[in-house]
């Protein structure tokens, strides 16, 4: 078979499924189409502990009890009482700059653009490879 013609490769391609009848179920891949853009990664939702929504709400004033109810781009930069961030990782942009008892930012990934300027307590960003744009 010459691969090099166009008919000969259309011939390989797969013929849409036929139309069913009601009695007849479509089998599964006659529905599966591939996405065109990825898919964003599930919401999940992470209760904010009392310390962290005490901070939030000092420098938003706004009450968030849930990381689904925060705001998609948050500021709390020299927040130097903060150190639990677990919550914050579904943020498209988050700054923490100054705020040097945060340690631990394992659950940061997810953010877009992350700031940790001045974080003298976060030693090991190993978890952060898919964060777009990252200050250190």
Do not use: F
Request: hydrophobic content about 35%.
């Amino acid at each position: 078979m010459d691969i090099s013609s166009s008919s000969s490769l259309s011939s390989l391609s797969p013929s849409p499924p036929a139309p069913s009848d009601s009695k007849t179920p479509a089998p599964p891949s006659a529905h599966l189409r591939a996405r065109s853009t990825p898919a964003k990664s599930a919401q999940w939702v992470v209760p904010i502990s009392e310390a962290t929504r005490e901070i939030i709400r000092r420098d938003t004033g706004q009450e968030h009890l849930t990381s689904a109810e925060l705001p998609a781009r948050l500021d709390l930069s020299y927040c130097h009482d903060l150190v639990d961030v677990s919550a914050l990782g579904q943020l498209d942009t988050l700054h923490l700059n100054k705020c040097r008892k945060v340690t631990d930012v394992s659950a940061l990934g997810g953010v877009r653009v992350l700031c940790l300027l001045g974080c003298s307590g976060v030693v090991d960003v190993s978890a952060l490879g898919t964060v777009e744009s990252l200050s250190l």
